[in-house]
């Protein structure tokens, strides 16, 4: 009987496994250059579509530096499906038992050719007072205050590159544009 029910009950295990532990693909980017048919222009707004179509609150746009920032763009991970800034499962979890949040910023390089260039920071919200510890959170502890023990701040906690290279990806896609990813054109 157990020889019958081990793969069932491994398959499903391997299969999560799989999914938590992949992450980026190796060599997805997060910029790309513009065909010289593609104007400057053209790409600042589709930048812009992209992040409105995604779900982000622009923060920031400005035409003439070809910049465009987000507000930070909070979500719940498992408990909210329909967000699409999350890229792998791992990245659901963090989200759902954390309170992190996503700030884009897509800048127009000027050059020759010009360059779109997105940045994705991922923050967590922290409490003042909190000391975590690293090797076992049940031994954190809360030094003593005194002031606004009521205070939240964002910390950046990296750069979130899955999210990076699809935004890229998105925008690319809009331009008509084939983007590189490990020295091999995408079909």
Known sequence: MLRTLTPILVT???MTAAVVLSGCVPGEVSDFELAETVERRDA?????EVLLDVGFILDRVDAGAGVITTKPKETVGLMT????E?????????DTVNHQ??????????????RVVIEATLYRRNRPGRRIETESIGTSTRS????????????????DAALEAY?????????GIEIARSGVTDP
């Open 44 to 48: 600042f707004n589709v930048s812009r």
């Open 101 to 114: 949040s996503r700030v884009v910023a897509v800048s127009i390089v000027p050059g020759e050719p010009d």
């Open 144 to 159: 003593q205050m005194t002031g606004d023990e009521d205070a939240l701040f964002d910390v950046p906690i990296r750069r």
């Open 12 to 14: 499903p295990i391997l």
């Open 167 to 175: 935004l890229a990806r998105l925008i690319a896609e809009r331009l």
């Open 81 to 84: 499906p329909r967000d699409r």
């Open 86 to 94: 999350q890229r792998t499962l791992g990245q659901e979890w963090q």
